[in-house]
Nanobody, 115 residues
Framework: QVQLVESGGGLAQAGRSLRLSCAAAVSIFRTHTMGWYRQAPGKQRELVATITRTGTTNYADSVKGRFTVSRDNAKNTVYLQMNTLKPEDTAVYYC?????????WGQGTQVTVSS
């Protein structure tokens, strides 16, 4: 059962912007902290940003000031606005929903930033 569906990845030049979207099942979106993780080739998956049901956000130091996570409760969708992209942002980005230590994952979307 697919509960998280990402979209919006692609290729961008350094300094440009991309926006990722993740549409979630209603039962997941309304009860879970939503977030984004990424995994670059040869590296472990890492936290990018999270947003709680009440809108509290948390960011990795590497993206603070450049990325913004938000959620649209009417659309059951979480977004990741990525500005001032860098080549080191290249990775597969995964949507995540977490509650009580149980995680749900999307299928991932590739983001490639060229220098």
């Amino acid at each position: 059962q697919v509960q998280l569906v990402e979209s919006g990845g692609g290729l961008a030049q350094a300094g440009r912007s991309l926006r990722l979207s993740c549409a979630a099942a209603v039962s997941i979106f309304r009860t879970h902290t939503m977030g984004w993780y990424r995994q670059a080739p040869g590296k472990q998956r890492e936290l990018v940003a999270t947003i709680t049901r009440t809108g509290t956000t948390n960011y990795a130091d590497s993206v603070k000031g450049r990325f913004t996570v938000s959620r649209d409760n009417a659309k059951n969708t979480v977004y990741l606005q990525m500005n001032t992209l860098k080549p080191e942002d290249t990775a597969v980005y995964y949507c995540n929903a977490e509650r009580g230590g149980i995680n749900h994952w999307g299928q991932g979307t590739q983001v490639t930033v060229s220098s």
